[in-house]
DNA sequence: ACGGCTCCCTAGAACGTTCCAAAAAATACG
DNA sequence: CGTATTTTTTGGAACGTTCTAGGGAGCCGT
């Protein structure tokens, strides 16, 4: 007979009737209670180990009504930013005992909502979203209606008292915009992004106030959308470059945009942080290795996953779900994509 | 009362009184059965909707001693490659009504240990391993004598009768060198990944295979293995140049490599694709952005995560747990980095 | 009017755990 | 040694489904 044929999965009850006991003894030793005999819980332990049992979770998650699962819905993993903000995410609820599930919705909201179904019937106990674009404000409603708790990551849902955990965007767009004027830039461009991303619409904002609290009108500045990748920060750039007065550095939407519109220069035979300046948004990890190395606004997106989880966690744990938002501290990264080291070196030379 | 008081899960039996019908019938609906009245099934589902039942499938599984979640480790979600690997094995999954759960080890041995028994507690049906680097041989064994269906993804483990799903390393990295050769190259090395992985054995033989076909000795060729990232790839580089007699192309070990590779020939100032041909593999998505675009060979990462995930699907389904190996037609994306139009534009000009 | 069909529906036992209440065993006390 | 106290163990009900076996209602043919 194979040593595992189908059925048979070992129980609690067998390990019961291996050492000698009752299988309520045998569940009290799996939850390491104090009460159990010292001896009884070797004779326990040593019957688990002969038989190969495996825990069922299932069956106990039943009984307890609640469950140690938790769902983590990415927009995007393809996405560098997201892959590692899931990465910080899962690495928390690892830490705290839960079984984190990563679910993809490639930015469809269809497959979100299947998505969060499916967890629903799995008995989450708690569930971070990073919303897919274009989600109805309402996507989420029904977790919350059954006080499933529930944080929101990067995207703010409009009109719901969700937590939301993110970075301070506006912040972050005004430091890489008065970088750039210190600089001496005057004419700068805000570029990349969906136009009806709620993200965009806080970078911008900053961006916009920025300008005007340097006296420099944000109407007059070139506001190019478009998706944010590669192809559309080469686009962007494109369009960028077509006003009859050019603007001579941009901030950009992320840094994928960012590494675009580099390309786009690169096309052009014009040198990132020689002529014009680009400043990205996030700091992947792949920004530091990039040619040149990418000036960018710093988020801390491990930090940001991590602090997502604790505000979930803290939520089940206390079974109120009125958590804070969270807007994460940001930096300017300097690098040389707008005029580093080695831009000044060269400007030394000539 | 709050709508959705703590402890109020509505069941299946709460459904079936509101429908005046019993439990039996309310599973039947449930589970689409042909033999319930459309009027009576009608009633169910009005009870459905009215009292938001949320299907428990904790439950469901429970009985039926077999769960619809399927899991899938992975060994860094970080890395562009294995994240569209993680994306195309998800949708299959999803398509046949499994659920998947992703896992991230971060390479460790140790985190994937745990993950794996999480994912046995949990009561997958079937797993998909992108193994931890060091995985040692014998840890999957568990999993296989519980006849747990489990599949790998592209990195073998030894000595062990466990389905491998993965491109043709061998005769991707032979075309890579065919390749360099029919452009005239012939001091070619071989650069970065981890000595002791089977990934990189495999590619290396075909390296040197081809080497030795086309007469030359593989034993004189630069083979410098180191962490398979971009700093990796500079690195190696520069141990390639270092040579007495240095190598005038190179075979990458991936095109995060790659990538590593064409930044550090920038910084000397040399132009990838011009005095020095890179060629990477795997053709992640970033490799047709890359300046200048990489030429590599080109895998079909998600085409092979749909076909891991068939496999795993047919030993659930079959209940048979001795699928094929699976080896991924493979080919050579000629792009610009090992001289393309561009170089050859600028041949012509000079 | 009765057996035999269909068609719909249902009771109740599983599934593997947890947890309560309480029994049994061990230990302490006078 | 008997009783009080503490420590350790236990039976059995519950959790929300599925599934087997069968039950009742209506209809048919004779």
């Known amino acids: 007979m194979p040593a595992g044929s189908p059925k048979d999965r070992v129980t609690i009850i067998e390990i019961a009737a291996a050492a000698g006991v009752s299988k309520s003894t045998v569940s009290l030793v799996l939850k390491g209670s104090e009460s159990v005999h010292p001896a009884t819980r070797e004779r326990v332990n040593a019957a688990i180990r002969d038989l190969g049992y495996v825990y069922n979770r299932g ?71 990073s919303a897919a674009r274009g989600t109805p404000n309402d996507a989420l409603d029904g977790l919350v209606a059954a006080s499933v708790p529930v944080v929101l990551a990067m995207r703010r849902l409009q009109g ?71 192809e559309g920060g080469a686009l962007a750039l494109e369009t960028a470059l077509a006003q009859r007065n050019p603007p001579t550095g941009a901030v950009c939407f992320n840094d994928i945009v960012a590494f675009g519109v580099c390309l786009g220069l690169r096309r052009r035979g014009l040198q990132p942080g020689r002529g014009f300046a680009v400043i990205g948004f996030d700091d992947v990890q792949e920004a530091v290795h990039a040619d040149p190395p990418l000036t960018t606004i710093a988020v801390d997106v491990m930090g940001l996953g991590e602090r997502a989880a604790q505000t979930v966690l803290k939520m089940i744990e206390t079974g109120r779900n009125n958590a804070e938002d969270h807007v994460g501290a940001v930096h300017l990264a300097v690098r040389e994509s707008c005029g580093g080291p080695a831009a000044e070196r060269e400007e030394k030379r000539a």
Request: no cysteine.
């Open 160 to 230: 719901r008292r969700i937590p939301v955990v993110g970075p301070d965007n506006r912040l972050g767009a005004r430091l890489a915009v008065e970088r750039l004027i210190d600089l001496g830039h005057r004419r700068i461009a805000f570029l990349g992004g969906y136009s009806d991303s709620v993200v965009r619409a806080e970078r911008l904002e900053g961006f916009r106030a920025a300008l005007a609290d340097a006296g420099l009108d944000p109407d007059r500045a070139v506001n190019a959308a478009t998706t944010p990748t590669r």
């Open 59 to 129: 069956a106990a998650n039943l009984r307890r009504a609640r469950s140690n699962i938790v769902g983590m819905i990415i927009n995007d993993l393809t996405n560098p930013f997201f892959a590692e903000l899931a990465v910080g995410i899962e690495r928390s609820f690892q830490a705290a005992g839960y079984v984190p599930f990563i679910a993809n919705t490639a930015e469809s909201p269809v497959r979100q909502a299947e998505v969060i179904k499916l967890m629903r019937e799995q008995g989450v106990a708690g569930l971070i979203v």
